[in-house]
C-alpha cells in the first residue's frame, strides 16, 4: 500500500466525518507535531484519570473510616454498659452470698 499525500487534493466533495477529519488534519502534521500531540493528549487523559480515581480511593477511605468509627462506637460503648452491668451483678451476687454465710 503507498502512502498518499492528502495536503495537496481536495477532500471537500468527500462525505468526511468529524473523526475522518481530524484524522486526516492528524495525518498530515509532521511526525514530531503528531507524537508531541500523541503525548500531550495522553498526559491529560492519564491526568484525568488519575483524579476521577483518586476521588473514588478517596470516596473509598472515607466510607471505610466512617463504617469503622460507626462499628466503634456502636460496640465500645455497649460493651462498656454492658460490662458495667456485669460487675454490678457480680458485685450483688457476691454481696448476697457473703451476707448468707
Known amino acids: 500500500m503507498t502512502d498518499i499525500d492528502l495536503t495537496n487534493i481536495d477532500l471537500s466533495n468527500l462525505d468526511l466525518s468529524a473523526l475522518d477529519r481530524v484524522a486526516v488534519w492528524y495525518g498530515n502534521l509532521p511526525d514530531v507535531a503528531q507524537k508531541a500531540l500523541s503525548i500531550v493528549i495522553g498526559a491529560v487523559v492519564a491526568y484525568v484519570v488519575f483524579k476521577i480515581v483518586a476521588k473514588i480511593i478517596k470516596g473509598i477511605i472515607i466510607s471505610a473510616i466512617a463504617a ?25 451476687v457476691t454481696a448476697s452470698l457473703s451476707q448468707a454465710q
Do not use: H, K, W
Open 68 to 92: 469503622i468509627l460507626a462499628f466503634l462506637l456502636a460496640t465500645v460503648p455497649g460493651n462498656m454498659i454492658l460490662s458495667n452491668a456485669y460487675d454490678r451483678v457480680e458485685q450483688q
